[in-house]
């Protein structure tokens, strides 16, 4: 089974969702986040927590966190 970090459509998907925070890019900010979540028997992300919530003041934990609402269902096999 294909891990979903690996996954081209995930990444994609994901990657088409991000929007670079204003405030970030206005002022030449960047980071890098751990997002953690859990992936429901329907394929629904929940429980979206940043790993390193340190960093939020920048905007970036919003940002992916609204990018990961707006996901499409995942496959089930990637549930937990």
């Known amino acids: 089974t294909t ?3 690996h996954d081209p459509v995930f990444r994609g998907v994901l990657n088409k969702q991000l929007k670079y925070p204003y405030g970030a890019q206005h002022n030449g ?3 890098r986040l751990f ?6 028997g329907r394929g629904r992300i929940t429980n979206v927590t940043s790993l390193m919530p340190l960093r939020s003041q920048l905007g970036f934990e919003t940002t992916v966190e609204k990018a990961l609402a707006r996901m499409p269902h995942l496959h089930p096999r990637y549930e937990g």
Do not use: C, E, Q
């Not at 997002?35 to 429901?40: C, L, S």
């Open 35 to 40: 997002i953690g979540f859990d992936v429901d």
């Open 29 to 31: 900010l960047f980071t």
């Open 3 to 5: 891990a979903l970090r």
